[in-house]
């Protein structure tokens, strides 16, 4: 065989390709999982390598941050927005699972490409979006402030009782937009509301009184400012003699308003105890009953979505009056209490993701899942090596221990990571993680300090498999 003067036998060929494909075979051996160099996703080139540490903040949504990062990793495009990753899936920041976003946006085929438009919603776990609203729609038992129901009937998990769910829904909701009237139908909630509403008109008005005179004292012209308003010539000695009158006038007015509130709001409380319906009004008399009770539900709802900056984007007062009780029918009302939040939510990141923000997400993805125990730990550890050192690289989400990371007492919690490298230090084979809790390597226990770089951090394989419980990774169907 000659090519351009070098001539060839085939004994020569076969040498040379067995030499070749032993030097193909030696050099991925020396970026194995077994070398020092090893395998890291995250190196230029790498399904990581744009794929940033970020920081969760103080808030449950891990499993978010997880599921975004490995699915970035995949398609090869710019950082998810976890937040509205977590809200596709009807989920807020209290935990999750991460196999649970990536389903939901696969099945939808979109994903949110981060622009930080809820980075504010989430500053704890105690304080959010999710728990301001809950409060807005539950309100507090123990002091009668309590919102609106979500069981119109007793059999609202049957066609029937749907329907009339439906029917009552509809009528409250032309209620809210003012295509309907109400009647007043039950006289207790009614007349208890009118009498609040006089009072605290009656309060307003006294407390106007007091103020201006409170404002108006130190002034030399009191007097007449007095007489221009209120007829009557006084000076500064009247005028705090009459601060206290309007006080102890006042007194009485507030607690009776209060008692008049408790007790409009207690008989709005009890007309859904017992059977927890109101299958013993008419559907226009529930109608009233539901739309008087959203009135003070709504108000605190565009109080919570303000306080976030979103105001224009909170539902109107019809939409909460459906969508709280007919956002998912199909599998009845029992989880619409805390759930209508998450609903809610929901909307809000699709509001806040408009199409050019969009990446597609295909429907073929498939997020695979492998429990870890004692029994299979070896053989998940395989698994993992295998994702890493196939033909095309993978990294893959595990949900940890939190101890694993940090010294502190966790109890039953578990934390969300994703693994992106291993490699072999002085015989013991190492993961490298990619964690959600920012570039600062201060937040981890000393002993694996050393082996971080911003955010990402070396462990050997062994210790890490003792405190896992799953894997997740994906692929895709044909």
Request: charged content about 20%; aromatic content about 8%.
């Amino acid at each position: 065989m000659s090519m351009n003067g070098f001539s060839m036998n085939l004994k020569q060929i076969f040498a040379l390709t067995l030499l070749l494909a032993t030097s193909e075979r030696a050099s991925a051996a020396a970026t194995g999982c077994g070398t020092a160099k090893g395998v890291d996703l995250t190196r230029p080139g790498g399904p990581y390598a744009e794929v940033y540490v970020r920081d969760q903040g103080r808030n449950g949504n891990c499993f978010a941050f997880s599921a975004t990062s490995l699915l970035q990793s995949h398609l090869g495009c710019d950082a998810l927005d976890p937040f509205g990753a977590a809200a596709s899936a009807g989920l807020s920041v209290e935990g999750g699972h991460p196999a649970e976003p990536i389903k939901a946006m696969s099945a939808r085929g979109w994903a949110c490409i981060s622009n930080g438009a809820l980075n504010n919603l989430f500053p704890s776990q105690e304080d959010n979006f999710i728990v301001d609203l809950r409060k807005a729609f539950l309100g507090d038992p123990s002091s009668l402030n309590i919102v609106m129901p979500v069981f119109y009937t007793a059999n609202s998990n049957t066609p029937e009782g749907r329907a009339r769910q439906a029917r009552i829904a509809d009528k409250a909701a032309k209620l809210a937009t003012g295509e309907a009237k109400p009647c007043s139908y039950y006289g207790v909630y009614d007349s208890n509301l009118q009498t609040s509403k006089d009072l605290l008109a009656q309060i307003a008005a006294l407390q106007k009184q007091k103020e201006e005179l409170e404002s108006h004292s130190s002034s030399t012209s009191i007097g007449n400012w007095w007489e221009k308003n209120y007829g009557t010539k006084m000076n500064n000695a009247e005028i705090q003699a009459k601060v206290t009158a309007i006080q102890n006038r006042l007194n009485p007015l507030e607690a009776k308003q209060k008692a008049s509130d408790a007790a409009k709001m207690n008989a709005l409380y009890n007309l859904v105890q017992g059977k927890k319906s109101l299958d013993k009004y008419t559907e226009d008399q529930a109608a009233e009953i539901v739309y008087y009770w959203a009135k003070d539900a709504h108000k605190k709802v565009v109080d919570v979505y303000s306080s976030y900056g979103f105001g224009d984007k909170a539902p109107t007062m019809a939409e909460m009056i459906k969508g709280w009780v007919q956002w998912t029918p199909k599998e009845g009302y029992a989880n619409a209490i805390a759930g209508y939040p998450e609903f809610l939510l929901s909307r809000l990141a699709e509001q806040n993701c408009p199409p050019h923000h969009r990446v597609v997400v295909p429907k073929n993805i498939v997020v695979k899942t492998t429990k870890v125990s004692a029994e299979n730990s070896d053989d998940v550890s395989r698994k993992i090596q295998g994702l890493f050192q196939q033909a095309k690289p993978q990294g893959l989400g595990i949900v940890i221990d939190p101890s694993l990371l940090q010294n502190s007492s966790f109890g039953d919690s578990t934390h969300a990571v994703n693994l992106v490298g291993c490699r072999t230090v002085n015989g013991a084979l190492q993961y490298l993680v990619q964690n959600s809790w920012g570039e600062d390597c201060g937040v981890y226990r000393e002993a694996i300090r050393g082996d971080c770089t911003n955010g990402r951090v070396w462990i050997n394989a062994t210790d890490i498999m003792k405190k896992s419980h799953e894997i997740e990774w994906i692929e895709r169907t044909k």
